[in-house]
């Protein structure tokens, strides 16, 4: 390898990019002191069997372990396939899954929005429902990219780009174990739906604290997952946050999801708690 090619493989490397910063965590978030797990760099709470990852990138280096190296670089060595391949997979392997969920809960049609989206593709089936979807990416690369597949609006940005109860039903999978604040991630939710709204919520939840050993290398991959969530904490989560759990039965590949619903009472909770 060339000198110029390796420094270019080390500036698209996370690992080793100098300009992530890693702060160390001690605490779960439930308040107890994490023990150290058998696995490098996971705590494990014993209050609550959730695992945490215990040196983690600050909230401040999440643009660049989520910028432009994520959907590629960082993809590829969790062992992920790339974008363009997942969104002809997941039509087959997860989506008819989650709309066999999400869709006895929706209106015709339902305003519909997913922060984080991906590789678009239940967006993608659910506007060819008749819903108006929208999702959101950070990294314009990645969204130029789903464009050449799908005419899903998709913008640059986070959830602060929406006003107040916009939406009849939200999607999140697989994004709330990267949150530094899952609690607040959520609420976010809660302020983007109006009342009574759904949310599709998946994360990694075990019911024994034992689960985790049969996760994959890329599960545990420790850059970015950042809580690896007990049933309790989750549930926990979800409520702090303002929503009901509608159902925790459904499963894909052999993982649970939710169907949440924004409590009657959320909005005027925070609105309490903030004051
Ligand atoms: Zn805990």
Known sequence: MTAAASVH???MDPNVDP????EIVTRCLCGGELRDGPI???GICPTCGTWVNTK?????????VYGETYWTTTQELAGCPPLEQRFEADAKDRVPSFIKALEP???EP???CELGCGNARLLHELKTRGHDVVGTEFDIGVIERMRRLTDVKLIQGDSDLFDDASFDAMISIDVLEHTHDPVAFLREHVRLL????????KAPVHDDPAEPYKYTVGMMWKLYHLYLFSRRMIEDVIVSAGFEIVTSDPKVLGHR???LRKRETAASETHQQDE
Do not use: C, D, N, V
């Not at 300009?19 to 890693?22: G, K, Q, S, T």
């Open 110 to 112: 339902s305003t519909i």
């Open 19 to 22: 300009r992530l910063h890693f």
């Open 105 to 107: 809960f929706l209106k």
């Open 194 to 201: 109006r009342q009574g709204g759904i949310l599709l919520l």
């Open 40 to 42: 490098w760099g996971w």
């Open 9 to 11: 493989a080390m500036a």
């Open 56 to 64: 983690r990138p600050t909230r401040e280096s999440l643009h660049i």
């Open 257 to 259: 999801f939710y169907i």
